[in-house]
């Protein structure tokens, strides 16, 4: 989940003549591209075909030849994708021609298992520092990295050209992580707190919440569940839903309060 669309930028000459202005639903699956690639790659294949790729990386092929051609590539009709090529346009694209150095702020469970990963290396990341604002966490030793206090990340964000950082903290502190983040010259921000960030323009956030993620998969669980056991009357089974909540239907403006507010 996004909060900002990255802003459109020039680009230097490369496999990519200039950095193009992607749609926001690209971008999200120039990833998955990519992860697909690596795969094949070490597979052995040298190319591979728009409907091979779209099926390793989970979406049509139509959808992907139109991600594809934003970048200016569109295959070779009878032979496909060239695998090699394909990957250093998506890391070009993305900005993984270099490994960005990464903060992350909080090393409670989540942090620690996130500082822990070593995923981010072969993805293009290096977590360049670990912070905390509780002294019993300060000086703890995690994955060859020593965790330091917030107030040390200034100074270190300058030391280390960090400019994304994770908060991994709780919902209270994360809005005052963000200020220091932001403050420190950080401007992308990938937010594991359960809460929505205030950050100025020009500042990027892309939130990750685990409740939500699961909730909409309950409601796919409950909605299969309801279209195994519809009932016989056509209509009955959303209307039914008030009274079943303990209210009447709806009121005359159409509208019907949240339960439990």
Do not use: W
């Not at 996004?2 to 950095?19: E, F």
């Not at 620690?112 to 509780?134: E, V």
């Not at 300060?138 to 400019?163: F, K, M, Y």
Request: net charge negative.
């Amino acid at each position: 989940m996004s909060q900002h669309r990255p802003a459109g930028a020039s680009g230097s000459p490369g496999v990519v003549p200039a950095l193009p202005d992607l749609p926001e639903a690209t971008v999200a699956r120039l990833p998955e591209y990519l992860r697909a690639l690596h795969h094949l790659a070490e597979s052995g294949h040298d190319t591979v075909s728009s409907e091979g790729l779209a099926s390793a990386a989970g979406v049509n092929s139509a959808k992907l030849r139109k991600d594809l051609s934003h970048l200016g590539s569109y295959g070779t009709r009878g032979v496909g994708y060239d695998v090699a090529l394909l990957v250093e346009q998506i890391e070009y694209v993305l900005g993984l021609t270099q490994r960005r150095a990464v903060a992350l702020v909080g090393v409670g469970n989540l942090g620690h298992a996130l500082a822990g990963y070593a995923g981010f290396g072969t993805r293009g990341f290096r977590i360049a520092a670990l912070f905390d604002a509780d002294p019993g966490r300060v000086g703890e030793q995690i994955n060859g990295l020593t965790v330091r206090h917030i107030d040390e990340l200034p100074a270190c964000a300058a030391q280390e050209s960090i400019a994304i950082g994770v908060i991994a903290t709780p919902a209270r502190a994360a809005q005052t992580v963000a200020d220091q983040l932001v403050a420190a010259g950080v401007t992308s921000i990938l937010n594991f707190a359960p809460c929505v960030l205030s950050v100025p323009e020009g500042v990027d956030v892309r939130k990750v919440d685990l409740a939500i993620e699961l909730q909409i998969l309950s409601f796919h669980e409950h909605r299969k569940a309801s279209l195994t056991a519809l009932p016989d009357t056509p209509g009955a089974g959303i209307a039914a839903i008030p009274n079943r909540l303990g209210g009447g239907g709806l009121g005359s403006s159409g509208t019907q309060e949240a339960v439990g507010s």
